[in-house]
């Protein structure tokens, strides 16, 4: 038994194939399909509006992961954003159903679909697995790099083999930070555009590259230093929230209040800059919340 499994006091590994390795060969394997279909959309699904996409390759990519989780976890509940409709509520509704197992699978078969769409390549495959609640597992795979981010709790975070360790900056002016846009116009456009702008003076430079759980992989490997946004799903961040914690980190809501599965607004950094960073936000009347 390992110590994660020690710790938790569960019978932890089912059948021959660790939770890790099946979350990284799930990763693999879709991350690999999506690369393949790269520049073969032609018919565009939207989901609420022309800015929220949905693809064949997300519901395939989403399906091939959930096929692998139940070959080796029947018995585990799996959440993945293509079987939830748009929208806040039923978002919380599917968690609170999705939460009656006591281990959660959490799939964002491809975060960052409107990057595939359009050729911009930084999209990824993000699974988490949650035990009563808490993310103990977190991959996050950029096909495109052949990158392939694990977190386990307790036990750190690593980049092939590499440990991640978040970046040093002490301050807001020396930092790099990403924001984002989802698509949701009504509530958290107007809100993540108040933040940028409080942001745009204060820090080195802004970056909005469009997959949140890509960009909590990369505050976690130190390349930023810290992410904010406004109205994202649980999907979105399950498995980069460990990964930012496991590499030093700090993940809380736009309040500063500490991460949970039902997080929506929220602010991860370094650790260092994160007072800073939260303070901007609330005096701009950005949390969301
Ligand atoms: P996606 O690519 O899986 O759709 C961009 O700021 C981030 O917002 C991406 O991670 C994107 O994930 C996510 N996103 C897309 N549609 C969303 C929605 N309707 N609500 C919340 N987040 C969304
Ligand atoms: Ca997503």
Not at 33 to 57: A, E
Not at 110 to 132: E, R
Not at 248 to 274: F, M
Request: with cysteine; glycine share 10%; hydrophobic share 40%.
């Amino acid at each position: 038994m390992n110590r994660l499994e020690s710790n938790l006091k569960v019978p932890y590994v089912v059948g021959s194939k660790s939770p890790t390795a099946v979350a990284i060969n799930s990763a693999s394997k879709a991350g690999e399909w999506i690369k393949s279909r790269l520049g073969t959309i032609h018919d565009l699904n939207t989901k609420q509006s022309p800015h929220d996409l949905v693809t064949d390759v997300d519901k395939g990519a989403e399906a091939m992961i959930r096929k692998l989780i139940l070959t080796h976890f029947p018995d585990h509940a799996i959440l993945g954003e293509e079987g939830v409709a748009p929208g806040a509520a039923a978002s919380a509704a599917a968690l609170s159903q999705a939460s009656t197992s006591d281990y959660l699978w959490i799939v964002d078969p491809m975060d960052g679909t409107t990057n595939f769409v359009h050729g911009f390549p930084f999209f990824c495959v993000s699974i988490a697995l949650a035990y009563k609640g808490e993310v103990i597992i977190g991959v996050i795979y950029d096909p495109m790099c052949d990158e392939m981010f694990v977190a386990e709790k307790g036990k750190g975070a690593y980049l092939h083999g590499r440990r991640t360790r978040v970046s040093a900056e002490a301050s807001l002016s020396d930092s790099l930070v990403a924001v984002g846009f989802n698509p949701e116009q009504e509530f958290a456009l107007p809100m993540n555009m108040r933040g940028l702008n409080a942001l745009s003076g204060k820090v080195r430079s802004l970056r909005a590259s469009g997959s949140a759980a890509l960009h909590l992989a990369y505050v976690a490997a130190g390349r930023l230093s810290g992410y904010y946004e406004v109205g994202l799903n649980v999907w979105d961040v399950a498995a980069g929230a460990l990964m930012v914690q496991e590499s030093g980190g700090k993940v809380t809501d736009t309040a500063g209040q500490p991460y949970h599965l039902g997080t929506r607004h929220l602010i991860a950094s370094n650790g260092i800059i994160h007072q800073e960073l939260q303070e901007t936000i609330q005096e701009a009347e950005a949390t969301g919340l």
